[in-house]
Structure formats: structure tokens, C-alpha cells
């Protein structure tokens, strides 16, 4: 090789270097731009986080890393999403069965769509989910618990046990 070629050859060399260099360092700062529009909403973030790039450069973008917001806006968005369905999932109990709408949790009948939610114990009166066969407050076994379907004697006081003119008639309200 020419030996009078070679600083032309270095000077071509340095001159791409620092064009790559420049270019870079442009990508950096307009990365920078994005990825905070990613994360904040106001573009004042996001022209402060490609200045802090542009002033400082590599050590710009290490500040900016460090300082950035750590989720994007979706990946929040999604996050709230999650939060808002495991609330859901957990008060689920507190929805009726029939018409999904929110229901308190003493309530034996849903007022929307009459759907029955809980019975009430022969023997004590509290409450008890449809499903059991025993209360377990007080270990009554519930009668005729084992047909597929309840049918109200089931769910209201035995009448045998309680004649019309029992002592407590408040028990009727219940
Ligand atoms: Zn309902
Ligand atoms: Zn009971």
C-alpha cells in the first residue's frame, strides 16, 4: 500500500468515527425522547430527558435510566387493569349469581332477579350459604339437603316446630 495514502486513510477513518459518534449520540437523545413519551404523559419529560441526554451524552443516559419512571403508561395501564380485576375476583362473593349485580352478603334473596343467595338454619336462623348441609354454628344438619334442588320449607322456620301461636312472632320477619 501507498504510504501516502495512509492520512488520508486515518483522516477518512476519524471522519467516520465521529460521524458515527454524532449519530449515536442523536439516536441516544431521541431514544431517550421516546422512551420517556412511553412513560409520562407531559411533554416537558420527555424534552427534559432527551436535553439531559444531549448535554451529557453516555453518562446522560446512564442519569436518565436511573431517573426514569419505572413502568411505561400501557404497561401501567395493564397493571391497573390486573389490580381492578383481582379486586373483582375477590368480592365476587358479593355479586348474585343470577343477575351479577352486587349484592350485600346477608342477603337471602337477590331484590333484581329473585335469585335465592343464602338459607337461613332451622334450628339457629343464621344464615348459611346454599351449598352446606350442616350450620356451622350450631351443627344442625339441614333437612332434605341431600334432593338436587331446595324447595322453600327448606329455607323457612318448620312450621310444626313453631305453631301461629308461638311466643317469638318476630321470627317471621327474618
Ligand atoms: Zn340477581
Ligand atoms: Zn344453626
Known sequence: MN?????????????????FLAAL????V???????????????AALLAAATVLVLNVPGVVVYLLLRPPYTL????RRAL???????TLDEVQRCPGCTRR?????VLCPSCFTRLKK????????????????????????????EGLVPSDVLPVQSEQPPD???????AS
Open 3 to 19: 504510504p501516502l495514502w495512509l492520512p488520508y486513510l486515518w483522516n477518512a477513518l476519524v471522519a467516520w468515527a465521529a460521524a
Open 25 to 28: 449520540w442523536m439516536a441516544l
Open 30 to 44: 431521541l431514544w431517550a425522547y421516546r422512551d420517556m413519551r412511553a412513560r409520562h404523559r407531559a411533554r416537558w
Open 74 to 77: 400501557e404497561e401501567a395501564y
Open 82 to 88: 390486573e389490580e381492578e380485576a383481582l379486586l373483582e
Open 103 to 107: 349484592v350485600q352478603p346477608d342477603w
Open 120 to 147: 337461613t338454619c332451622h334450628h339457629c336462623g343464621r344464615l348459611m350459604e346454599l351449598a352446606w348441609t350442616v350450620c356451622p354454628y350450631c351443627g344442625t344438619p339441614v333437612p332434605g339437603a341431600r334432593k
Open 166 to 172: 308461638a311466643e317469638a312472632p318476630d321470627e317471621d
